[in-house]
């Protein structure tokens, strides 16, 4: 047995070009790294201790209900995705462009008047904000959309929204603050402006999609462009150095170099190097089985009042058909932030029979998912680290959505970019 302390080099000879690059973690930054490495020429195993790719973007089949690991969705406007992915093959189904808010007793609809003009009177005449909030909403999707975001203004959200957009309180309240406390897992909307700007325009621009066959069909695609043999999976990493990694029964692999395609905890956890990493925002996902669905649209419904548990939550099997068996409807809801109590499906239970009354009697709880690490924080600032590309720190590379911005896009181009940057150091070229 090795007594090499973790997170040093064992005595062995030095590295040679046959070693493999190796990638620990096979989420989508670690499967874009390995994609772009593999296209480089360069030889790489990726690693990973569960059973399937993926990381936090996986689906589990569950009395035939294809559950998501926590909501999630593919924005297809993302520029990443659009490079990474065959959407076609993914057989990708979209949700209705706008929301559904509960607010008041009563659901109304705030639509997408350029995508869906037929609802552009129900949603100027819906009771939430002002007209001249319409008027605003025009000009920030304008803005967005019509050109390059270059400023280097940064904000909190809810200040860019309110002193810079001029939106009123009560648009904010009952419109944006649910819509992306959903997106960003934090409900005072303290993100950063910059990244809001990119996603109202990939919001305005593309659809949220849902695959056929659930979310883990992305990574399960990434994966299955890999040679044979790249991907080892059920494979626990439990140390690492510049040139090795040592697994859970005791092997030690040599590396031409080694990538951290984990999280951030575990990243420093691993290499035993302490790195400052962005705060958890974490987030609770309940699913339901019910005989028919509450709703008839493909739409996200969000919670406008602002009490309650619930943020927002949807009939996946409205947008997606195959999500639940035949006859049966899946709900999901979700919560931001972990609630420390007990007392949650009660909670969620009392507060979906206020919207939809007696029928939520029928419904089945299938899984509560409560997941710690769901998104790094991206306070005002953040992308200003991300201007410099990828580069070793003590050794070891690193990538993921923590290193670039909290998203599939963010994972998918960190993937890459960090890839890009070891493939320049490997072999003295310029990145490209």
């Known amino acids: 047995m090795s007594t090499r302390q973790p997170g040093t080099h064992p005595a062995t000879t030095p590295h040679t070009h046959t070693d493999p690059v190796i990638i620990v973690g096979a989420g989508l930054a670690g499967l874009c790294c390995a994609r772009e490495l593999l296209r480089r ?7 990973d201790a569960s059973d399937q790719p993926g990381g936090r973007v996986r689906t589990e089949i569950v009395d035939g209900f294809r559950l998501d690991a926590g909501f999630q969705v593919l924005q297809t406007a993302y520029p990443e995705a659009q490079q990474q992915l065959n959407y076609p093959a993914l057989q990708l189904r979209s949700f209705f462009p706008g929301a559904l808010i509960r607010t008041r007793g009563r659901f109304v609809e705030m639509s997408d008047p350029w995508r869906r003009p037929s609802r552009l009177l129900s949603t100027l005449f819906n009771g939430v ?3 001249a909030d319409r008027l605003r909403l025009a000009r920030l999707r304008w803005t967005v959309c019509s050109q390059e975001d270059h400023s280097t203004t940064d904000s909190s959200t809810a200040d860019f929204l309110r002193l810079t957009c001029g939106f009123s309180p009560d648009l904010i309240q009952r419109f944006f603050r649910p819509w992306f406390a959903g997106v960003f897992l934090e409900p005072a909307l303290a993100t950063s402006s910059r990244w809001f700007r990119f996603l109202f325009r990939i919001f305005a621009t593309g659809d949220a999609a849902l695959p056929a066959a659930g979310m883990g069909a992305i990574p399960q695609q990434l994966a299955a462009a890999l040679p044979p043999h790249t991907l080892r999976l059920s494979t626990t990493v439990t140390a690492v150095a510049p040139l090795s990694v040592r697994l859970a029964d005791g092997q030690t692999l040599r590396a031409r170099a080694v990538v951290l395609a984990v999280d951030g905890p575990a990243a420093a956890q691993l290499s035993q190097h302490p790195r400052q990493t962005p705060a958890a925002c974490s987030t609770a996902c309940l699913y339901f089985d019910a005989p028919q669905p509450p709703l008839p649209d493909p739409i996200l419904v969000l919670n406008g009042d602002g009490q309650g548990p619930i943020n927002n939550l949807c009939v996946v099997s409205n947008v997606v058909p195959e999500y639940a068996p035949p006859g049966r409807s899946l709900i999901s809801v979700s919560v931001v932030g972990l609630p420390d109590t007990t007392e949650l499906e009660h909670d969620v239970r009392r507060q979906l029979t206020e919207w ?20 790094p924080a991206q306070p005002p600032g953040f992308l200003d680290q991300q201007t410099q590309p990828p580069a070793a720190v003590q050794g070891l590379w690193y990538c993921g959505d923590y290193r670039q911005t909290a998203s599939i896009h963010g994972a998918m181009l960190s993937g890459r970019q960090t890839a890009t940057a070891l493939a320049a150091a490997l072999t003295g070229s310029t990145v490209t």
């Open 129 to 131: 904000g002002t007209f």
């Open 41 to 47: 020429h360069i030889p790489c195993l990726l690693l």
């Open 356 to 375: 939809f009354g007696s029928q939520v009697h029928n419904w089945r709880l299938l899984r509560t998912h409560r997941i710690s690490w769901a998104l």
